[in-house]
């Protein structure tokens, strides 16, 4: 398997193919602006190699210095807030197994990509911020 791209921006990386059109419906919305035109800096892998990768198979594909990651799956795909899975790399060891991760619907993207690359914010800020299901939908 081929290693995932080395960028500047935070990659989002499609792992889900069953649906063009649902993907395309998610490309728009992370890719329009949303509160106060603030947009997520995306570098989007739309490749069938990474079908089906499992959290520990893209961060292992992932360049070392991107502790960021957010994944296009199948749940982000079939539900209808888009809920795409973050995935943030850890210095931990134990059951998380050296990442941590978060669902972000898809229109608050932004807030987490934002903030995260700029450490602005921490991770556990959006993670108590999230609904008991687990998924960010804003603050």
């Given at each position: 398997?081929?290693?995932?791209?080395?960028?500047?921006?935070?990659?989002?990386?499609?792992?889900?193919?069953?649906?063009?059109?649902?993907?395309?419906?998610?490309?728009?919305?992370v890719?329009?602006?949303?509160?106060d035109?603030?947009?997520?800096?995306?570098?989007?892998?739309?490749?069938?190699?990474?079908?089906?990768?499992?959290?520990?198979?893209?961060?292992?594909?992932?360049p070392?210095?991107?502790d960021?990651?957010?994944?296009a799956?199948?749940?982000?795909?079939?539900?209808?807030?888009?809920?795409?899975?973050?995935?943030?790399?850890?210095?931990?060891?134990?059951?998380?197994q050296?990442?941590?991760?978060?669902?972000?619907?898809?229109?608050?993207?932004?807030?987490?990509?934002?903030?995260?690359?700029?450490?602005?914010?921490d991770?556990?800020?959006?993670?108590?911020?999230?609904?008991?299901?687990?998924?960010?939908?804003?603050?």
């Amino acid at each position: 398997m081929k290693s995932l791209p080395q960028t500047e921006e935070t990659l989002l990386i499609r792992t889900d193919f069953s649906d063009e059109a649902a993907w395309q419906a998610l490309r728009t919305v992370v890719t329009t602006p949303g509160e106060d035109d603030f947009l997520a800096e995306l570098h989007i892998v739309d490749d069938p190699a990474y079908r089906d990768l499992t959290t520990e198979q893209v961060v292992a594909l992932a360049p070392a210095e991107d502790d960021l990651l957010i994944v296009a799956d199948s749940k982000a795909l079939t539900e209808a807030e888009m809920p795409l899975l973050a995935v943030l790399r850890t210095d931990e060891d134990g059951p998380e197994q050296g990442f941590a991760e978060l669902r972000v619907v898809a229109e608050q993207l932004y807030s987490i990509e934002n903030n995260i690359a700029l450490a602005n914010m921490d991770w556990e800020e959006f993670v108590d911020a999230a609904e008991e299901e687990g998924v960010f939908r804003g603050f």
